[in-house]
Structure formats: structure tokens, C-alpha cells
């Protein structure tokens, strides 16, 4: 992942102003958020936010529940 990509993810994760963020070698991303406290978030809980193009299941739900 690209450092700016790392930043925006954390940012989505945990929220703004972020102290700092590290992808680890095994894809688990490691975050200081604004109040010093550490957070993990393994690859399972972000791979969704790397993917900003792709629908998500609720919104392909709602698009055909409204086409009724």
C-alpha cells in the first residue's frame, strides 16, 4: 500500500488527525489515533476501503429494491 493510501485508509479507520500509522508484513495496519491509543486493523477490516469504485452488497440491495 502506498503511504498516502495507508493514511487515508487509517483516517476512514480511526478517524482524523491521526499520530501515526504503519502497514506491518503481514498486511495487519497498525494506527496511533488522536488520543495516543494504539489500534490494529487486519487486512479483512480495510480491504473494502482500498476498493473506493466497488459497490458494496447494501448498495446493489437498495438499487434493486427501489427499480420494484
Not at 31 to 47: A, E, L, N
Amino acid at each position: 500500500m502506498e503511504k498516502p493510501n495507508i493514511r487515508t485508509v487509517a483516517e476512514a479507520l480511526a478517524g482524523p488527525d491521526l499520530l501515526g500509522c504503519a502497514v506491518k508484513e503481514n498486511g495487519v495496519l497498525v494506527v496511533i489515533d488522536s488520543t495516543g491509543k494504539k489500534r490494529t486493523f487486519y487486512p479483512m477490516d480495510y480491504q473494502h476501503l482500498l476498493h473506493p469504485g466497488s459497490k458494496s452488497a447494501a448498495g446493489k440491495g437498495a438499487k434493486h429494491a427501489s427499480a420494484q
